[in-house]
């Protein structure tokens, strides 16, 4: 790239080290994103220079950077070091306008919610209960109450006995921003909640409404909720996350792949976005995959 030696990358570096007083990784970073929009600029036309840079060679580059496997990050911080670039030859007077402004980079692609294995979830909840303490007790109802309503955490810890109907297998919990909602479950769950109940009456001093208690009889917090599940979910995943969150993910994928429809789940879970429950159909999309790779023919590595 020639011409315009006023403005140039060098003369911007040293502005970054010594009037920003940025860290030298930081210039150097700068100036290698720099030297690789240039070099680019060249490979395409010798002819081009700062001044003619315009907003579709940027995205030209991007595109280019794309086709090379570039991850999002990776385009979107060096994008970053050419709107800098191009804001301080504004603020220096060397260009009438930034060819970076309102060109947008590549959107990050969301993670797909981790979720359990079906199998590993029912055989924590199907095993034989090697104690019958209130602690235990407890610990397993929670599990299960996640596992099988999809509910948030902040609606497990607020629920109150009045909001559990196990005669008509229902339970109402208050979601985001006091939105209410019925939740329906099964027999399973009805004869662990009551079983639950049973003990916890016996066993604890209720000082409160809550559904779900401590010893001392106070509403169970997050954090010993939190540390509950963890503790159970140890025993049968290795996943880095073992959260109530993962459940809630478990349990949108369980009753997808078992036939229900997107709709419902969404009110089950009680999003207010279809967009947001649709996540999980991608989730069982990329179960479907991984069924398909293993086991179809053509695609079964050879023995």
């Known amino acids: 790239m020639r011409g315009n030696e006023t403005l140039d990358i060098a003369r911007f570096l040293e502005y970054l080290q010594h009037e920003r007083r940025c860290s030298r990784r ?57 709107r800098s670039f191009f804001r301080f030859a504004l603020k220096k007077k060397l260009v009438g306008k930034s060819p970076a402004h309102g060109v947008q980079g590549p959107k990050k692609q969301k993670p797909l919610p981790q979720f359990l294995k079906e199998k590993d979830v029912e055989s924590l909840l199907d095993a034989k209960v090697s104690s019958t303490s209130y602690k235990d007790v407890r610990a397993k109802t929670v599990l299960a109450l996640f596992y099988e309503t999809g509910m948030r955490l902040s609606e497990l810890t607020g629920l109150d006995d009045e909001a559990v109907d196990i005669k008509n297998r229902q339970l109402k919990v208050t979601g985001k921003r006091n939105k209410q909602r019925i939740i329906p479950f099964g027999d399973k769950l009805a004869e662990m909640l009551g079983a639950y109940i049973k003990v916890r009456d016996e066993e604890v001093v209720r000082r409160t409404a809550g559904l779900f208690l401590t010893e001392k009889g106070c ?39 078992h036939g229900a429809g997107i709709e419902s789940v969404q009110k089950l879970l009680g999003h207010e976005s279809l967009a947001t429950t649709e996540i999980y159909t991608h989730t069982t999309f990329e179960q479907l995959r991984s069924v398909y790779k293993h086991t179809h023919p053509r695609n079964k590595k050879k023995q």
């Open 219 to 257: 509403r169970m917090n997050p954090g010993q909720v939190r540390y509950e599940v963890r503790n159970l979910l140890s025993r049968v995943s290795t996943l880095k996350k073992k959260s109530p969150h993962v459940l809630r993910h478990t349990f949108a994928t369980v009753v997808l792949n």
């Open 26 to 82: 930081t210039v150097e970073s700068y100036g290698d994103d720099l030297r690789a929009f240039q070099a680019f600029c060249k490979e395409k036309d010798e002819s081009i220079v700062w001044a003619n840079v315009d907003a579709d060679l940027i995205r030209d580059w991007m595109e280019s950077m794309m086709d090379k496997g570039n991850n999002a990050t990776s385009i979107n911080r060096r994008l970053s070091a050419l």
